[in-house]
């Protein structure tokens, strides 16, 4: 089960991420007995949006994100920044970024098409605080919609220091 810095009970946390499981799983049993592209297309988007709106864990975040937050007003560890609280200290959410570590489209792709399983998908699902240049290197280099597995590679190859929390 992923760590998480918000106020849930141990108990209500299980139950969350047991029926996030049970759910991708069966979503992705009726995928797979789909025949047409478009009705596939369309299951796709399902799932992509599930992923995106359910619960997005803050793991780590770039070194100069963590420069900018506190030049921001923001004073506390930056994994405990969420993404609603960013207009705070963004208001138009430009200066900082709520980056997905694994692009939705390709962790979407990968579980649906069964490269990776559920627990993997859910343990993948995580955010990553960057600067907004950070964020346009990411994209320069090819990485906005694939990490091709490994995002810390990626990161690195684009000259992104990290803060990792384990």
């Not at 499981?21 to 789909?34: E, T």
């Not at 937050?69 to 705070?88: C, M, R, S, T, V």
């Not at 964020?135 to 990161?155: A, E, V």
Request: with cysteine; charged share 35%; glycine share 4%.
């Amino acid at each position: 089960m992923p760590r998480t810095n918000r106020k849930m009970t141990d108990t209500e946390l299980e139950l969350y991420f047991k029926d996030l499981s049970g759910l991708l799983s069966d979503m992705k049993s009726s995928y797979k007995k789909l025949k047409s592209e478009q009705a596939k297309k369309l299951w796709i988007r399902i799932v992509e949006r599930l992923l995106r709106y359910s619960y997005t864990e803050t793991k780590d975040y770039s070194v100069n994100a963590e420069k900018v937050a506190k030049k921001l007003g923001f004073d506390g560890e930056l994994i405990n920044l969420q993404w609603h609280q960013q207009p705070k200290y963004d208001q138009k959410r430009k200066i900082i970024f709520h980056e997905h570590a694994y692009p939705l489209t390709e962790l979407t792709r990968d579980f649906l098409e069964g490269k990776i399983d559920v627990q993997t998908c859910i343990g993948r699902k995580f955010c990553v605080w960057v600067t907004a240049q950070e964020n346009q290197i990411l994209n320069d280099k090819g990485y906005r919609n694939t990490r091709n597995g490994d995002w810390l590679k990626c990161y690195k190859d684009c000259g992104i220091e990290l803060v990792i929390n384990k």
